[in-house]
């Protein structure tokens, strides 16, 4: 293969762009001994441990464990809740051992209707001297039908004790804890009243 001579139109592009360009000064050339592998000498740092062969690693550590329920239950709820009440008649209350003197059924109501007629229960309750009252609210129907924004089981079990410790009632409630299974279980919460003063 021969090489072919260049035109005087391409003689003169390449003038032209020859005449643009500045020569690099010998130190700023690439030397290839730069980048080369440099001799090992004896006084080369030693390898750090992760880096020699038949090293055991330590462990993996365990992945962290997350929950996205920010809500604690409403049992666990409830259980944490400091004792306000003589603990030795809390825990009767607890075992079931002591008799409620009153209870108010809410099942089947809406929340606007049941709201007034817990409020209306809880005061009379108190100004009658009761101490302890049973409120049954029933565990609720799953009513979730896989929805984006999950609906709560059970709506008046949940709401209850929220009314119970928000004014008027605040006032006139000393303990609030779930029922014993005698009295309903899950579905019923007992309601220890102050004393009428």
Do not use: C
């Amino acid at each position: 293969m021969t090489r072919r001579k260049l035109s005087d139109e391409e003689k003169a592009l390449w003038k032209r762009v020859a005449d643009r360009t500045t020569a690099l000064k010998e130190r700023e050339t690439f030397d290839p001994n730069t980048f080369a592998p440099q001799p090992k000498n004896s006084e080369a740092k030693p390898k750090p441990d992760y880096l020699k062969l038949n090293q055991t690693f330590p462990p993996k550590p365990e992945p962290r464990k997350t929950s996205f329920d920010l809500v604690p239950s409403l049992p666990d709820r409830l259980n944490s809740a400091s004792v306000q009440m003589d603990k030795k008649t809390f825990g009767k209350m607890k075992r079931g051992k002591l008799k409620p003197e009153g209870r108010i059924d809410l099942h089947g109501m809406t929340l606007d209707r049941a709201h007034g007629v817990l409020v209306k229960f809880i005061l009379s309750a108190h100004q009658s001297g009761k101490r302890l009252v049973l409120v049954i609210t029933g565990k609720g129907k799953n009513r979730d039908e896989g929805g984006p924004i999950p609906v709560r089981h059970g709506v008046l079990r949940h709401q209850v004790p929220q009314w119970l410790s928000a004014p008027p009632l605040s006032a006139v409630v000393m303990q609030v804890s779930q029922a014993h299974l005698s009295h309903g279980g899950g579905g019923a919460y007992y309601v220890y009243l102050r004393r009428v003063r």
